[in-house]
Protein backbone atom coordinates (compact mmCIF):
# COMPACT_ATOMS: atom_id res chain seq x y z
CA UNK A 1 0.00 0.00 0.00
CA UNK A 2 1.17 3.62 -0.76
CA UNK A 3 1.37 5.68 2.01
CA UNK A 4 0.58 8.97 0.30
CA UNK A 5 2.19 12.14 -0.36
CA UNK A 6 0.37 14.64 2.51
CA UNK A 7 -0.70 18.20 2.27
CA UNK A 8 2.59 20.80 2.62
CA UNK A 9 1.69 24.08 4.53
CA UNK A 10 2.64 27.47 3.55
CA UNK A 11 5.16 29.65 5.15
CA UNK A 12 5.15 33.96 5.69
CA UNK A 13 7.95 35.78 4.93
CA UNK A 14 7.57 39.41 6.19
CA UNK A 15 11.09 40.75 4.69
CA UNK A 16 10.18 38.94 1.50
CA UNK A 17 6.53 40.12 1.39
CA UNK A 18 8.21 43.96 1.87
CA UNK A 19 10.41 43.28 -1.04
CA UNK A 20 7.91 41.76 -3.25
CA UNK A 21 5.42 45.17 -1.55
CA UNK A 22 2.75 42.70 -0.99
CA UNK A 23 1.64 39.61 0.97
CA UNK A 24 3.90 36.96 0.01
CA UNK A 25 3.13 33.27 0.79
CA UNK A 26 5.57 30.41 0.32
CA UNK A 27 4.03 26.87 -0.77
CA UNK A 28 6.49 24.39 1.75
CA UNK A 29 6.88 21.42 -1.01
CA UNK A 30 10.29 21.31 0.39
CA UNK A 31 9.56 19.11 3.33
CA UNK A 32 7.51 16.80 1.15
CA UNK A 33 8.18 13.19 1.08
CA UNK A 34 11.88 12.69 -0.58
CA UNK A 35 12.71 16.30 -0.57
CA UNK A 36 10.22 17.69 -3.34
CA UNK A 37 6.92 17.97 -4.66
CA UNK A 38 7.25 14.84 -7.10
CA UNK A 39 5.78 12.14 -4.62
CA UNK A 40 2.69 14.06 -5.86
CA UNK A 41 2.87 12.80 -9.63
CA UNK A 42 4.62 9.78 -8.99
CA UNK A 43 1.81 8.47 -6.62
CA UNK A 44 -0.77 9.41 -9.29
CA UNK A 45 1.06 7.72 -11.82
CA UNK A 46 2.17 4.24 -10.21
CA UNK A 47 -1.06 4.23 -9.01
CA UNK A 48 -3.00 4.19 -11.94
CA UNK A 49 -1.01 1.40 -13.88
CA UNK A 50 -2.41 -2.10 -14.39
CA UNK A 51 -1.39 -4.92 -12.80
CA UNK A 52 0.16 -6.13 -16.22
CA UNK A 53 2.52 -2.88 -16.06
CA UNK A 54 3.15 -2.92 -12.37
CA UNK A 55 4.85 -6.64 -12.99
CA UNK A 56 6.80 -5.47 -15.94
CA UNK A 57 8.51 -2.63 -13.91
CA UNK A 58 9.18 1.14 -14.61
CA UNK A 59 12.04 3.27 -15.68
CA UNK A 60 12.10 6.81 -15.67
CA UNK A 61 15.17 9.55 -16.07
CA UNK A 62 15.90 12.16 -13.58
CA UNK A 63 18.45 14.39 -12.35
CA UNK A 64 17.00 13.43 -8.83
CA UNK A 65 13.94 14.32 -7.18
CA UNK A 66 11.63 12.39 -9.89
CA UNK A 67 14.08 9.59 -9.25
CA UNK A 68 13.24 9.95 -5.54
CA UNK A 69 9.76 10.00 -5.88
CA UNK A 70 9.60 7.03 -8.39
CA UNK A 71 11.96 5.36 -6.10
CA UNK A 72 9.81 5.99 -2.90
CA UNK A 73 6.33 5.09 -4.36
CA UNK A 74 7.89 1.86 -6.27
CA UNK A 75 8.71 0.49 -3.54
CA UNK A 76 5.91 0.99 -1.40
CA UNK A 77 3.93 -0.79 -4.24
CA UNK A 78 6.06 -3.39 -4.77
CA UNK A 79 7.17 -2.75 -8.27
CA UNK A 80 10.68 -2.57 -9.31
CA UNK A 81 12.15 0.24 -10.33
CA UNK A 82 14.97 1.84 -12.81
CA UNK A 83 15.82 5.34 -12.46
CA UNK A 84 18.50 6.74 -15.11
CA UNK A 85 20.22 9.64 -14.20
CA UNK A 86 23.16 12.33 -15.65
CA UNK A 87 26.51 11.30 -14.28
CA UNK A 88 26.63 14.49 -12.84
CA UNK A 89 23.80 13.72 -10.15
CA UNK A 90 24.12 14.64 -7.04
CA UNK A 91 25.79 11.96 -4.89
CA UNK A 92 23.06 11.81 -1.88
CA UNK A 93 20.08 11.98 -4.62
CA UNK A 94 21.70 9.40 -6.36
CA UNK A 95 22.18 7.44 -2.28
CA UNK A 96 18.62 8.65 -1.55
CA UNK A 97 17.11 7.09 -4.67
CA UNK A 98 19.33 3.52 -4.29
CA UNK A 99 17.94 3.38 -0.68
CA UNK A 100 14.02 3.41 -1.67
CA UNK A 101 15.10 0.21 -3.25
CA UNK A 102 15.80 1.61 -7.14
CA UNK A 103 18.10 0.17 -9.70
CA UNK A 104 20.10 3.47 -10.58
CA UNK A 105 21.79 4.01 -13.94
CA UNK A 106 24.18 6.41 -14.27
CA UNK A 107 24.85 8.24 -17.85
CA UNK A 108 25.55 10.98 -19.98
CA UNK A 109 26.85 14.18 -19.27
CA UNK A 110 23.27 16.23 -19.57
CA UNK A 111 19.62 15.05 -19.10
CA UNK A 112 19.56 14.76 -22.75
CA UNK A 113 21.98 11.64 -23.09
CA UNK A 114 20.51 10.45 -20.16
CA UNK A 115 17.03 10.51 -22.14
CA UNK A 116 18.42 8.45 -24.86
CA UNK A 117 19.87 5.83 -22.25
CA UNK A 118 16.49 5.33 -20.15
CA UNK A 119 14.96 5.03 -24.33
CA UNK A 120 17.18 2.22 -24.31
CA UNK A 121 16.64 0.49 -21.71
CA UNK A 122 12.50 0.82 -21.98
CA UNK A 123 13.03 -1.27 -25.28
CA UNK A 124 15.79 -3.72 -24.00
CA UNK A 125 13.82 -4.86 -21.02
CA UNK A 126 10.08 -4.17 -21.72
CA UNK A 127 10.02 -1.29 -19.09
CA UNK A 128 6.84 0.81 -18.67
CA UNK A 129 7.97 4.47 -18.82
CA UNK A 130 6.88 6.93 -16.18
CA UNK A 131 7.59 10.12 -17.39
CA UNK A 132 9.14 12.82 -14.52
CA UNK A 133 6.82 15.47 -16.25
CA UNK A 134 5.19 14.96 -19.53
CA UNK A 135 2.30 12.63 -18.50
CA UNK A 136 -1.51 13.88 -17.88
CA UNK A 137 -1.29 11.20 -14.64
CA UNK A 138 1.73 13.07 -13.44
CA UNK A 139 0.23 16.77 -14.36
CA UNK A 140 -3.21 15.61 -12.66
CA UNK A 141 -1.00 14.66 -9.40
CA UNK A 142 0.87 18.37 -9.84
CA UNK A 143 -2.34 19.79 -9.84
CA UNK A 144 -3.29 19.50 -5.98
CA UNK A 145 -0.74 22.22 -4.93
CA UNK A 146 -2.87 24.76 -6.57
CA UNK A 147 -5.39 23.44 -5.32
CA UNK A 148 -4.16 23.86 -1.91
CA UNK A 149 -3.11 26.93 -2.26
CA UNK A 150 -6.77 28.17 -3.30
CA UNK A 151 -7.40 27.02 0.07
CA UNK A 152 -4.38 28.29 2.02
CA UNK A 153 -4.63 31.43 0.68
CA UNK A 154 -8.17 32.64 -0.30
CA UNK A 155 -7.83 35.68 -2.71
CA UNK A 156 -4.83 34.96 -4.18
CA UNK A 157 -3.73 37.49 -7.40
CA UNK A 158 -0.33 35.51 -8.61
CA UNK A 159 1.15 32.27 -8.53
CA UNK A 160 4.76 32.36 -9.53
CA UNK A 161 6.40 28.48 -10.23
CA UNK A 162 9.72 27.20 -11.51
CA UNK A 163 9.72 25.42 -15.07
CA UNK A 164 11.57 22.33 -16.07
CA UNK A 165 9.93 20.28 -18.26
CA UNK A 166 6.60 21.85 -17.25
CA UNK A 167 4.76 18.95 -14.95
CA UNK A 168 4.39 21.33 -11.83
CA UNK A 169 3.21 24.57 -13.38
CA UNK A 170 0.82 22.86 -15.88
CA UNK A 171 -0.99 21.17 -13.00
CA UNK A 172 -1.15 24.20 -10.67
CA UNK A 173 -1.66 26.31 -13.42
CA UNK A 174 -4.94 24.44 -15.05
CA UNK A 175 -6.31 23.79 -11.10
CA UNK A 176 -5.51 27.59 -10.52
CA UNK A 177 -7.42 28.98 -13.75
CA UNK A 178 -10.11 26.72 -13.64
CA UNK A 179 -10.71 27.31 -10.69
CA UNK A 180 -10.26 31.21 -10.08
CA UNK A 181 -9.52 32.64 -13.92
CA UNK A 182 -8.83 35.74 -12.82
CA UNK A 183 -5.34 34.30 -10.96
CA UNK A 184 -2.13 35.36 -12.55
CA UNK A 185 0.42 32.31 -13.52
CA UNK A 186 4.19 33.06 -13.61
CA UNK A 187 6.70 30.52 -14.62
CA UNK A 188 10.39 30.91 -13.79
CA UNK A 189 13.48 28.95 -15.89
CA UNK A 190 17.08 29.42 -15.81
CA UNK A 191 19.05 31.31 -18.60
CA UNK A 192 20.29 28.08 -19.65
CA UNK A 193 17.38 25.61 -19.45
CA UNK A 194 14.70 28.12 -21.07
CA UNK A 195 12.95 25.01 -22.75
CA UNK A 196 9.92 26.15 -21.85
CA UNK A 197 10.14 29.54 -22.96
CA UNK A 198 12.35 28.11 -26.88
CA UNK A 199 9.28 25.99 -26.77
CA UNK A 200 6.85 28.94 -26.86
CA UNK A 201 8.50 31.03 -28.88
CA UNK A 202 8.68 28.51 -31.78
CA UNK A 203 5.56 26.94 -31.30
CA UNK A 204 6.68 23.51 -30.60
CA UNK A 205 9.21 21.63 -28.06
CA UNK A 206 13.19 22.90 -28.74
CA UNK A 207 15.45 20.46 -27.89
CA UNK A 208 18.26 22.13 -26.12
CA UNK A 209 21.26 21.07 -23.70
CA UNK A 210 20.35 22.49 -20.39
CA UNK A 211 23.21 24.09 -18.38
CA UNK A 212 22.38 25.49 -15.05
CA UNK A 213 23.01 25.34 -11.27
CA UNK A 214 19.42 24.75 -10.67
CA UNK A 215 20.14 21.35 -12.16
CA UNK A 216 16.50 19.92 -11.19
CA UNK A 217 14.93 22.56 -13.58
CA UNK A 218 17.01 20.60 -16.31
CA UNK A 219 14.59 19.51 -18.61
CA UNK A 220 16.00 19.02 -22.18
CA UNK A 221 12.61 20.03 -23.89
CA UNK A 222 9.27 20.91 -23.02
CA UNK A 223 6.77 18.22 -23.15
CA UNK A 224 3.85 17.84 -25.73
CA UNK A 225 1.48 17.42 -22.49
CA UNK A 226 3.19 20.79 -20.79
CA UNK A 227 3.19 23.14 -24.16
CA UNK A 228 0.03 23.23 -24.92
CA UNK A 229 -1.49 24.06 -21.31
CA UNK A 230 1.54 27.02 -20.70
CA UNK A 231 0.89 28.11 -24.05
CA UNK A 232 -3.00 28.40 -23.04
CA UNK A 233 -2.50 29.34 -19.08
CA UNK A 234 0.71 31.23 -18.35
CA UNK A 235 0.98 34.87 -17.60
CA UNK A 236 4.89 35.03 -18.63
CA UNK A 237 7.87 33.68 -18.04
CA UNK A 238 10.91 35.12 -16.20
CA UNK A 239 14.36 33.88 -16.75
CA UNK A 240 16.67 33.99 -14.32
CA UNK A 241 20.79 33.53 -14.05
CA UNK A 242 22.16 31.26 -11.93
CA UNK A 243 23.97 34.04 -9.16
CA UNK A 244 20.32 35.38 -9.30
CA UNK A 245 18.47 31.93 -8.23
CA UNK A 246 21.29 31.22 -5.67
CA UNK A 247 20.01 34.78 -4.22
CA UNK A 248 16.75 33.36 -3.55
CA UNK A 249 18.10 30.09 -1.85
CA UNK A 250 20.60 32.18 0.21
CA UNK A 251 17.49 34.03 1.68
CA UNK A 252 15.83 31.46 2.04
CA UNK A 253 18.61 29.84 4.58
CA UNK A 254 19.74 33.22 6.18
CA UNK A 255 15.90 34.69 7.13
CA UNK A 256 13.86 31.98 6.79
CA UNK A 257 15.88 29.07 7.85
CA UNK A 258 15.15 26.80 5.72
CA UNK A 259 16.95 24.89 3.29
CA UNK A 260 16.05 25.14 -0.41
CA UNK A 261 18.18 23.47 -3.51
CA UNK A 262 18.79 25.94 -6.15
CA UNK A 263 15.69 24.94 -8.32
CA UNK A 264 13.60 25.12 -5.00
CA UNK A 265 14.50 29.04 -4.59
CA UNK A 266 14.41 29.92 -8.28
CA UNK A 267 10.21 31.34 -8.27
CA UNK A 268 11.37 32.45 -4.60
CA UNK A 269 14.09 34.60 -5.90
CA UNK A 270 12.30 36.01 -9.35
CA UNK A 271 9.79 37.44 -6.53
CA UNK A 272 12.51 39.29 -4.99
CA UNK A 273 14.96 40.76 -7.74
CA UNK A 274 11.39 42.38 -8.67
CA UNK A 275 11.49 40.48 -12.22
CA UNK A 276 7.84 39.08 -11.69
CA UNK A 277 4.94 41.86 -12.91
CA UNK A 278 3.06 42.81 -9.23
CA UNK A 279 0.58 45.28 -8.45
CA UNK A 280 0.06 46.81 -4.59
CA UNK A 281 -1.15 45.31 -2.05
CA UNK A 282 -1.64 41.82 -4.31
CA UNK A 283 -1.31 38.27 -2.62
CA UNK A 284 1.59 36.27 -3.70
CA UNK A 285 2.37 32.98 -3.39
CA UNK A 286 5.13 30.63 -4.73
CA UNK A 287 6.29 27.07 -4.38
CA UNK A 288 9.42 26.36 -2.74
CA UNK A 289 9.19 23.06 -4.63
CA UNK A 290 12.63 21.18 -3.53
CA UNK A 291 15.26 21.16 -0.62
CA UNK A 292 17.37 18.25 -1.88
CA UNK A 293 20.95 20.22 -1.90
CA UNK A 294 24.18 18.65 -1.45
CA UNK A 295 24.74 19.72 1.96
CA UNK A 296 28.59 19.73 1.21
CA UNK A 297 28.69 22.57 -1.29
CA UNK A 298 25.57 24.75 0.47
CA UNK A 299 28.22 27.22 1.74
CA UNK A 300 29.51 27.38 -1.78
CA UNK A 301 26.82 27.73 -3.28
CA UNK A 302 25.30 30.45 -1.07
CA UNK A 303 28.38 32.53 -1.32
CA UNK A 304 27.95 32.52 -5.55
CA UNK A 305 25.03 34.39 -5.09
CA UNK A 306 23.94 38.03 -6.16
CA UNK A 307 23.39 40.37 -3.26
CA UNK A 308 19.77 41.31 -2.18
CA UNK A 309 18.59 44.50 -0.88
CA UNK A 310 17.29 43.65 2.16
CA UNK A 311 16.91 45.32 5.25
Not at 164 to 174: E, K, N, P, R
Request: glycine content about 10%.
Amino acid sequence: MLSSATAAGVIESATGAHIADGRLYLKAEHLQKTGSFKPRATSAKLTALTPAERAAGIVTVSAGNAAQAYAWAARDLGIHATVVMPATAAPNRVAACRGYGAEVVLHGEHVGETFAEMERLRSARGLVLCHPFDDPEVIAGDGSVGLEILEDVPGVDVVVIAIGGGGLISGVATALKESRPSVRVYGVEPVGSDAMSRAIAAGEPVRIEPRSVADSLGSPFAGAWTLPICQRYLDGIVLLDDVEILAGMRFAAERMKQVLEPAGAAALAALLLGKVPLRPGDRVATVLCGGNVDVDRLGELCAAAVPLAVH
